[in-house]
Nanobody, 121 residues
Framework: QVQLVESGGGLVHTGGSLSLSCAASGSIRRINGMDWYRQAPGKEYDLVAT???????KYADSVKGRFTISRDNAKNTAYLQMNSLKPEDSAVYYC???????????????WGQGTQVTVSS
């Protein structure tokens, strides 16, 4: 059994910062890519940022230069540092990871429960 647990969401004013964490736990052999998605009310899921097991990162154009994704492989944890936040960044943020269980050899997708980020104007 694998769990992804997110933390760090909250309410912040425009221009403020928040840091999200996503910790994976369970019988894990390896974690491949880890990503952050977000979903605003009435909208589809958007990929915000992704990081490979080797540390290669990619960002949505809307967050480039403001958000930074990182990971600590020893802790099976991904982070999302969000700076210069805007009201349009308000959404539920979800962590996603492709994880190979100790008993398996194929990666499967896992999702966290989501954490609310609200940016007030």
């Amino acid at each position: 059994q694998v769990q992804l647990v997110e933390s760090g969401g909250g309410l912040v004013h425009t221009g403020g910062s928040l840091s999200l964490s996503c910790a994976a736990s369970g019988s894990i052999r390896r974690i491949n890519g880890m990503d952050w998605y977000r979903q605003a009310p009435g909208k589809e899921y958007d990929l915000v940022a992704t990081i490979s097991s080797g540390g290669t990162t990619k960002y949505a154009d809307s967050v480039k230069g403001r958000f930074t994704i990182s990971r600590d492989n020893a802790k099976n944890t991904a982070y999302l540092q969000m700076n210069s936040l805007k009201p349009e960044d308000s959404a539920v943020y979800y962590c996603h990871a492709d994880i190979i269980l100790s008993s398996e050899w194929t990666a499967l997708p896992y999702w966290g429960q989501g954490t609310q980020v609200t940016v007030s104007s």
